[in-house]
């Protein structure tokens, strides 16, 4: 069965940064992308990425995160800077080999899901 594994969540203080790892087990998906949901809160899609590079962000995140795509790897990447309180929640990898022609923050267009990696963020 075909996995995507998360990596390099974390403590750190408001300010911070922290670099998110999402790989796959086997072949390269068309679209990647990364959810939060902090508790008592929905599913938020913050970032997104496909393999013709294109990328797309939510507002609370825009300017302070970054998501790459690596194909030789099989991993997309999510680096995290200036850190804050309320970026506190559990990130989670999606993805999917269905070409979906731009890169979707939307959870329906994806059909496989990490088991996430916590991130906390200190005052």
């Known amino acids: 069965q075909v996995q995507v594994v998360e990596s390099g969540g974390g403590s750190v203080q408001a300010g911070g940064s922290l670099m998110l790892s999402c790989t796959a087990s086997?072949?390269?998906?068309?679209?990647m992308a990364w959810f939060r949901q902090a508790p008592g809160m929905g599913r938020e899609g913050i970032a997104a990425?496909?393999?013709?590079?294109?990328?797309d962000y939510a507002d609370s995140v825009k300017d302070r995160f970054s998501v790459s795509f690596d194909n030789t790897k099989k991993t997309l990447y999510l680096l995290m800077n200036s850190l804050k309180p309320e970026d506190t929640a559990m990130y989670s990898c999606?993805?999917?080999?269905?070409?979906?022609?731009?890169?979707?923050?939307?959870?329906?267009?994806?059909?496989?899901w990490g088991q996430g990696t916590q991130v906390t963020v200190s005052s």
């Open positions: 086997e072949y390269t998906f068309s679209n």
């Open positions: 999606a993805a999917t080999r269905i070409r979906l022609g731009y890169p979707s923050r939307r959870p329906y267009s994806y059909n496989t």
């Open positions: 990425a496909d393999t013709d590079g294109r990328t």
